[in-house]
C-alpha cells in the first residue's frame, strides 16, 4: 500500500481547518451546524469552479488570471443576450450560452499560449486588461437586477431549506450540483482518461510529453478552452445566485483563487495537484473571508491571514524542497 | 538604420510611442498639446512609473514584485499616520522629510521581506509576493480600519503638485529614479550581478555570486521605489489608503513587459520603461481627450501588449 | 538468391543527412538494422549520435536520404509513426515523467498507441506487470519515479519501450549511472531481447560493453559514418583513433615534487546518504583524480568541497585554515574554485557576453565604492581570452557563439582570474573536441606546475590516467582505493575497480 504522507499540503490544510473549527466551536457554540455548514457550501460554488479551472491549468505548468475576466464578461453578455433578445429563455440553454461565450474567451488564450508560444502568465495577465475592457466598453456599465425570469427560477431552486431553532432560515441551491458535477468531471479527465494523464505528464516533463509524440500544444489548448468554460459557467451561477448582474464583480478574485489551489497543494511548477487539495484550499480560504470573526479575529485582518496562509502555505513545501535538493546535490 | 533600429526591442518602442505622440496630436491637434494636458500628463504617470521601475528590476532577476502597490499603501499610510499624528499648525516641511524617511524605511523592510523568502526559504517570487502583498496590504487595512488617513500637513502637496523650476516634482523624482537605477543596472557591480543572476540563477549560484544578497537588495530596492511611489500618491490624494491604486499591480507587469523586460530574467533596459510608460501615458491621455472611457483604455492596454509580445517573437524568430 | 528469402531489414537508413542552419550534422549515413541484432554506435560528443537518434524516431526531420522502417520509405516521421514501427529510444535522461507512477509511466506510450481515450488501469497494470516480469525485475507499480534510484528509473523506460511492442529499441549511453552488477543485468537484459528478436541500437563509448554485447561497431565522427565492422575487429586503441581520427598521445604528468606542502586537507568529510568519512589531502602542484560511477557520491563531495551543498560532519582546510562548509562564497574566497559538470546550465549565461562570463565572480574586485570599472573588465577578459588562446574577434560576442572547447576556456579563465589555491574540475573535458581536450589538459598542468592543487573528476577513465599524479576510486560514498597515475594502470582496470 502506498504510504500517507504527513507532510501533504492536503492534510496541513485539513488540520487547520479542523484547528479552525475547533477554536471557532469553543467561541461560539453554534458555530458547528447546519446552516454554518451550507454557508460555507454556498459560498464555495463559484470559487470552487473557478479553482477546478486554475487547478488543472497549473497542473499542465501554466498560469491564468484571466478567468475572472472571462466569467464577468460571459455572465454580464449572457444576461444581456437574454434581456434583450430571450427573455423566456430557459436556464439550461442560458447556461450553455454562458459556457460557450467562456470558451470562446479561453481559446483566445489558448491560441496566444498554445500554438504562439507565449508565457502564460503576461498573456493572460494581457486579455485579462482585453475582455474586462471590452466588455465594460461595448456590452455595458449598468448592472441588471431585474433578471430574466430562467435565471430567477434557477437561483430559487433549493436542494436543502430547513429552519434553526432560532427561526431563522438556512438554504442550500441546487446550484452546489454544478460544482459538484464539475468536480466529477474534472476528476474524470484528469484521473480515467488518456487528455488528464497527458496533462499530468505535460507539467511534469513538457520535453518527454513531446518525444512521446504528446501533442502538448493541443493538450494546452483544450486547458484554456477547458478553463475559459468553467469560467463562463462559474459566472452565470453566480449573478443567478446574487440575483444580479454586475460586470464590476468577480475580477479581483483571481489570486485568491490561485492562492486557494496553491494552497491545496498544485504547484506552481506544474505536474502536481489534486481536487482533494484543491477543495480544501478553497474551503480554508472561504473560511477566514466569512467566519474569522468568529475565532475571535478582527475582519480587517482577514487580507493579512490569507496572505500569512499562502505564504506558510508555499513557504514550507518550498522550504523543504530546498533541503531536499540540497541533500541531492 | 531605420532597420537597426526597428531590429531592437527599444528602438521598436521608440518608434510606437513617436507612433502614438503623433497620432494623438492630430487627431487633437488643439488639445493634446495644449499646454495643461502636457502637463497634466508629467503629473499622472509618474507613481505608476516607479511601480513599473520596481516590477522590472524584480523580473531582471527572473522574479517578480506583486506587492508593490501593497508596500505603496502599507508605507504611505503609516507616514500619514505619523503626520496626522504630530501635524501642528506650520507646513510641516520637517515632518514630511521625518515621514518620508519613515516610509522609505519602511518600503525597505517590506521589500528585505520579500528578498528574504525568495532567496533563503525559496518560496517562487510570484507566491512570496502575492502573499506579502496582500500581508502588507492587509495590515494597512488593519491599521486604519479599511478608510483614508487625511488630515495631513500642507507641505505634502509638493510632492504631487508641486512644480520645480517649472517642472512637475513627481517627474523630477521619477527622472532622478529612472536615471539612477538605469546607471546602477548598468555602471555597478550590484547591477551587473543582478543582471547575470537573472540570465543563469544556478551559473550564478555556481559562480559563487553571492547570489542571496542579491536577491536582497533587489527586492529592497523594489521595496523602496514603491514607498517613493506611495508618497506620491498620498501627496496627489492628499490622503493615505490601504486600497489606493489596486489596478496599478498588473499595469505595472503590463508596462514593464511591454517595455522589453524579459519575463524570465536576464535582459531589460529602463530606457524600454520609461518608453512603455510614455507610450501608454500618451495613449491613455489621447484617447481620454476622445471621449474614450477608462474601461476602453483598459482593453487597448492589454492589445498592445499582447501585439508587442507577438511583434517581438516574429523578430526573434526571425533572427538567424 | 539468399536476399529474397531474407525479410527487410527493420531499419534502413540511406545516405541520411542532417543541416542545422551553416552545421552538418549528420552527413550522408548508411545503416542497416536487423530484427535480433545489436549494434554498438560508438563517437566522441557532437559526433553526431543523438542527430541520429533524434532523426530516427521522428523528433527531427533530415534534410537529405532516406529512412525505411521494413523496406518502407517514410516521409517526414513523427515520433507516433517510429513507435508504431516499433522503434524506441531509452535517452539519456530517461523521459520518464516524474510526478507520475512506475505503471502509468510504463504503460503510457503503449496506451497512447491503442488510440484508447480512456484510462485502462486494469489493463494498463496488467500490462505493466506483465512486462516487469518478462525483464524479471520487481517494482512497486503505484510508486511515483521521481523516487526511485536511477538503475531502476531505467528499467521503467525499458518497460515502457518493451510495453510499447518495441522492436529497436535505441539506447543512448545506458550504463553511465549504473554499477558493474547493474551493467552485468543490463547486458543479460540486452541478450534476452535480441533472443526474442528485439534489435538494440547501443550508443555507448565503452569498448568492452559494446565487445560483449553488439555484432557490429559503427563510429561516427563529424556526423559521418568513419568505420563500420564486427565488435571483434576493434580494441580500444582502434576505436579511439576512429573516434577522434588521430592518436590521442597524452602526457604523463610532471612528476610531484615529494617536500611540496599540503594545500588542501579533508578529514571524515560525511554527507548522510551521499558519502562517508571521506579524507583526502592535496599538495601543491598535484592532480588529484576522483572516479566513480554516477552515484558514487563523487559529484556530491565535489559539491562540498566548494560548499554547495554542506556536510554534515567533517573538516576542511586550506593551508591549515579551517574552510567554513556549505558556503560557496566562502570556499571561493578561501580560494577554492569549482568548474561545474553541466557546462550549459550551471556553468554558462549563454546570452551574456564573454566578458560578462570571465567577470562574473570579480564585479567587486572591479568596483570601487559599489561603481564598476568596465574598461577594466574588458580588458581582463581580453588578456584572458589572448592568453588561453580563445580564438574569437571580441569580448562582447555572447558565450553562445563559442565552440564546447573555447566555452570551458572561458569557465576555467573565470576562475584563474580569481587566483584560486584549488581548482575543481569536475568533466573538465565533456563536449569538448579532441583538439580542445589536449589543449585544457594542458592548461591542467600548467596550472598545477604553478603551485594550485587541482582535483579532477571524470568519466572518461584515459583522461585521469593521464593527468593525474593519484586517482581515488569512489564507491558507494566511500574512497574505497587510491590508484596511481599515468601508466602503472590500465583503463579496464579501473573500470573494473569502479563497477565490481
Redesign the interface.
Given at each position: 500500500m502506498k504510504s500517507f504522507d504527513w507532510k501533504r499540503n492536503e492534510v496541513l490544510v485539513f488540520a487547520v481547518i479542523v484547528a479552525f473549527c475547533v477554536v471557532a466551536a469553543f467561541s461560539d457554540p453554534n458555530f458547528l451546524s447546519i446552516p454554518t455548514l451550507t454557508d460555507l457550501m454556498r459560498n464555495s460554488i463559484v470559487l470552487g469552479i473557478f479553482a477546478v479551472g486554475a487547478m488543472v491549468v497549473l497542473v499542465s505548468g501554466g498560469?491564468d488570471v484571466s478567468f475572472t475576466a472571462v466569467a464577468a464578461f460571459a455572465m454580464y453578455a449572457t444576461t444581456v443576450m437574454l434581456r434583450d433578445l430571450a427573455p423566456d429563455m430557459p436556464w439550461p440553454l442560458a447556461f450553455a450560452i454562458a459556457t460557450s461565450i467562456g470558451a470562446a474567451l479561453g481559446s483566445i488564450n489558448g491560441f496566444?499560449i498554445a500554438i504562439?508560444?507565449?508565457?502564460t502568465?503576461?498573456?493572460t495577465?494581457?486579455?485579462?486588461?482585453?475582455?474586462?475592457?471590452?466588455?465594460?466598453?461595448f456590452i455595458g456599465?449598468l448592472q441588471i437586477s431585474n433578471l430574466p425570469p430562467g435565471m430567477r427560477d434557477f437561483s430559487r431552486w433549493m436542494m436543502i431549506r430547513g429552519t434553526n431553532s432560532d427561526g431563522s432560515f438556512y438554504s442550500l441551491p441546487w446550484a452546489f450540483m454544478a460544482l459538484v458535477i464539475i468536480a466529477a468531471a474534472t476528476w474524470v479527465i484528469l484521473n480515467r482518461t488518456m487528455l488528464g494523464r497527458a496533462i499530468y505528464a505535460i507539467g511534469g516533463a513538457p520535453e518527454s510529453a513531446r518525444r512521446i509524440g504528446i501533442n502538448v500544444r493541443r493538450t494546452q489548448f483544450f486547458i484554456y478552452v477547458f478553463v475559459g468554460a468553467l469560467a463562463g459557467l462559474a459566472g452565470i451561477i453566480h449573478a443567478s445566485m446574487a440575483r444580479i448582474s454586475n460586470p464590476f464583480d468577480l475580477v479581483?478574485l483571481e489570486?485568491s483563487v490561485?492562492?486557494a489551489v496553491?494552497l491545496g497543494g498544485a504547484r506552481?511548477?506544474g505536474g502536481v495537484g489534486t481536487l482533494t487539495g484543491t477543495f480544501l484550499g478553497v474551503a480554508l480560504i472561504v473560511l477566514v473571508r466569512n467566519s474569522l470573526i468568529v475565532i475571535g479575529i478582527?475582519s480587517?485582518?482577514?487580507?493579512?491571514?490569507?496572505?500569512?496562509?499562502?505564504?506558510l502555505g508555499?513557504?514550507l513545501p518550498?522550504?523543504q524542497?530546498?533541503r531536499a535538493e540540497a541533500r541531492a546535490a | 538604420m531605420i532597420n537597426r533600429i526597428l531590429h531592437s526591442t527599444e528602438g521598436r518602442l521608440a518608434a510606437i510611442t513617436l507612433g502614438v505622440f503623433v497620432a494623438m496630436a492630430i487627431l487633437v491637434p488643439d488639445r493634446f498639446l495644449s499646454p495643461a494636458n502636457l502637463t497634466s500628463m508629467a503629473f499622472q504617470f509618474p507613481e505608476f512609473a516607479i511601480l513599473a521601475l520596481a516590477v522590472s528590476v524584480a523580473m531582471l532577476t527572473g522574479g517578480i514584485d506583486?506587492s508593490v502597490v501593497g508596500v505603496a499603501n502599507l508605507s504611505s499610510v503609516i507616514a500619514a499616520l505619523f503626520m496626522s499624528h504630530f501635524a501642528g499648525d506650520g507646513q510641516g516641511a520637517g515632518l514630511l522629510i521625518a515621514a518620508a524617511l519613515l516610509s522609505l524605511s519602511i518600503g525597505l523592510t517590506a521589500g528585505l521581506f520579500n528578498g528574504l523568502?525568495v532567496a533563503k526559504?525559496?518560496?517562487?517570487p510570484?507566491?512570496?509576493t502575492?502573499?506579502?502583498?496582500?500581508?502588507?496590504?492587509?495590515?494597512a487595512?488593519?491599521m486604519t480600519?479599511?478608510s483614508a488617513v487625511m488630515g495631513l500637513p500642507p507641505a505634502v502637496a509638493w510632492v504631487g503638485n508641486g512644480t520645480l523650476l517649472g517642472i512637475p516634482v513627481p517627474l523630477v523624482i521619477l527622472a532622478i529614479l529612472a536615471a539612477g537605477v538605469g546607471w546602477a543596472l548598468k555602471?555597478?557591480?550590484?547591477?551587473?550581478?543582478t543582471?547575470?543572476f537573472g540570465?543563469?540563477p544556478?551559473?550564478?549560484?555556481?559562480?559563487?555570486?553571492?547570489t542571496e544578497r542579491v536577491l536582497l537588495k533587489v527586492y529592497g530596492l523594489c521595496g523602496m521605489l514603491s514607498a517613493v511611489a506611495g508618497l506620491i500618491v498620498m501627496s496627489r490624494a492628499n490622503s493615505a489608503k490601504a486600497d489606493y491604486g489596486?489596478s496599478y499591480v498588473?499595469l505595472a507587469?503590463?508596462i514593464a513587459?511591454l517595455g522589453g523586460v524579459n519575463?524570465?530574467g536576464?535582459?531589460g533596459r529602463i530606457i524600454g520603461v520609461v518608453l512603455a510608460v510614455l507610450s501608454m501615458q500618451f495613449l491613455s491621455s489621447g484617447l481620454n481627450l476622445l471621449q474614450?472611457?477608462n474601461?476602453?483604455?483598459?482593453?487597448?492596454?492589454?492589445?498592445l501588449?499582447?501585439a508587442v509580445?507577438?511583434i517581438n517573437?516574429v523578430s526573434f524568430r526571425s533572427k538567424? | 538468391m539468399p536476399t529474397d528469402t531474407q525479410p527487410a531489414p527493420l531499419v534502413t537508413l540511406e545516405a541520411v543527412t542532417k543541416r542545422y542552419?551553416a552545421i552538418t550534422a549528420l552527413d550522408n549515413v548508411d545503416l542497416t538494422i536487423r530484427a535480433g541484432e545489436a549494434i554498438g554506435l560508438a563517437g566522441e560528443n557532437g559526433s553526431g549520435k543523438s542527430t541520429l537518434i533524434k532523426v530516427l524516431v521522428g523528433v527531427e526531420h533530415e534534410s537529405g536520404g532516406r529512412i525505411m522502417f521494413d523496406g518502407e520509405p517514410q516521409s517526414r516521421l513523427t515520433p507516433t509513426a517510429a513507435t508504431a514501427a516499433g522503434v524506441q529510444v531509452i535517452f539519456q535522461d530517461f523521459s520518464l515523467f516524474p510526478n507520475l507512477t512506475v505503471a502509468e509511466n510504463i504503460t503510457m506510450t503503449a496506451e497512447r498507441a491503442t488510440g484508447t481515450v480512456l484510462v485502462r488501469n486494469a489493463r494498463a497494470r496488467a500490462r505493466a506487470t506483465e512486462v516487469l516480469n518478462r525483464v524479471g525485475v520487481k517494482l512497486d507499480l503505484d510508486a511515483r519515479v521521481e523516487r526511485l534510484p536511477v538503475a531502476h528509473k531505467q528499467l521503467v523506460a525499458i518497460c515502457r519501450a518493451l510495453a510499447a511492442d518495441a522492436r529497436l529499441i535505441i539506447m543512448d549511453e545506458p550504463t553511465t549511472a549504473l554499477t558493474e552488477r547493474e551493467v552485468a543485468r543490463l547486458l543479460d537484459l540486452i541478450r534476452t531481447l535480441k533472443a526474442d528478436g528485439v534489435a538494440v541500437l547501443f550508443v555507448s563509448h565503452k569498448l568492452g560493453e559494446v565487445l560483449e554485447v553488439c555484432e557490429t561497431v559503427v563510429v561516427l565522427r563529424n556526423g559521418a559514418k568513419v568505420a563500420e565492422g564486427p565488435a571483434t575487429d576493434f580494441d580500444s586503441a582502434s576505436l579511439t583513433r576512429a573516434m577522434t581520427g588521430r592518436n590521442v598521445a597524452s602526457e604523463p604528468p610532471a612528476p610531484l615534487d615529494p617536500t611540496a606542502p599540503t594545500l588542501l586537507k579533508v578529514e571524515g568529510l560525511v554527507r548522510d546518504g551521499a558519502f562517508e568519512d571521506v579524507s583526502l589531502s592535496l599538495r601543491a602542484g598535484e592532480v588529484l583524480g576522483v572516479a566513480g560511477i554516477l552515484g558514487s557520491g563523487r559529484t556530491a563531495l565535489a559539491k562540498a568541497l566548494?560548499?554547495?551543498a554542506r556536510p554534515d560532519r567533517g573538516r576542511v582546510s586550506l593551508d591549515g585554515q579551517d574552510i567554513p562548509l556549505g558556503d560557496?562564497?566562502a570556499?571561493?574566497a578561501a580560494g577554492i574554485g569549482?568548474v561545474?559538470e553541466d557546462r550549459l546550465?550551471?556553468?554558462?549565461?549563454?546570452?551574456?557576453s564573454i566578458a560578462?562570463n570571465i567577470?562574473?565572480?570579480r564585479?567587486?574586485a572591479?568596483?570601487k565604492n559599489?561603481?564598476?570599472n568596465?574598461g577594466n573588465l574588458w580588458g581582463e577578459a581580453a588578456d584572458w581570452l589572448k592568453r588561453l588562446s580563445v580564438k574569437t574577434p571580441d569580448a562582447t560576442a555572447a558565450v553562445r557563439s563559442l565552440s564546447g572547447g573555447n566555452q570551458q576556456r572561458v569557465v576555467l579563465a573565470?576562475w584563474m582570474a580569481r587566483q584560486p589555491r584549488v581548482l575543481i574540475l569536475n568533466g573538465p573535458t565533456v563536449g569538448v573536441d579532441v583538439g580542445s581536450k589536449a589543449e585544457i589538459h594542458g592548461i591542467m598542468a600548467d596550472l598545477a606546475a604553478s603551485g594550485l592543487g587541482v582535483i579532477v573528476i571524470s568519466d572518461d577513465l584515459p583522461e585521469l590516467l593521464a593527468t593525474c599524479h593519484s586517482i581515488l576510486v569512489m564507491k558507494g560514498g566511500r574512497i574505497t582505493e587510491v590508484v596511481p597515475g599515468g601508466a602503472g594502470v590500465t583503463e579496464a582496470d579501473l573500470s573494473h575497480k569502479l563497477a565490481s
Open positions: 498560469i496566444l504562439c508560444g507565449l508565457p502568465l503576461i498573456v495577465l494581457g486579455t485579462l486588461s482585453v475582455f474586462r475592457g471590452f466588455l465594460l466598453t456599465t479581483g489570486l490561485i492562492a496553491v506552481l511548477t478582527p480587517t485582518w482577514q487580507s493579512v491571514t490569507i496572505g500569512v496562509l499562502i505564504l508555499t513557504g518550498a522550504w524542497a530546498k | 506583486l523568502l526559504f525559496g518560496l517562487p510570484i507566491l512570496a502575492l502573499g506579502s502583498g496582500l500581508v502588507f496590504a492587509g495590515l487595512i488593519a480600519g479599511g555602471y555597478t557591480a550590484f547591477g551587473q550581478k543582471r547575470m540570465a543563469n544556478l551559473a550564478a549560484r555556481y559562480a559563487a555570486m553571492g489596486s498588473l507587469v503590463l513587459v519575463p524570465y536576464g535582459y474614450v472611457t474601461f476602453a483604455r483598459e482593453m487597448i492596454w492589454g492589445i501588449l499582447i509580445m507577438l517573437l538567424p | 542552419a566548494f560548499g554547495l560557496p562564497i570556499a571561493a569549482y561545474p546550465t550551471e556553468g554558462l549565461f549563454l546570452e551574456q560578462h567577470a562574473i565572480g564585479f567587486d572591479h568596483a559599489g561603481v564598476i568596465l573565470r
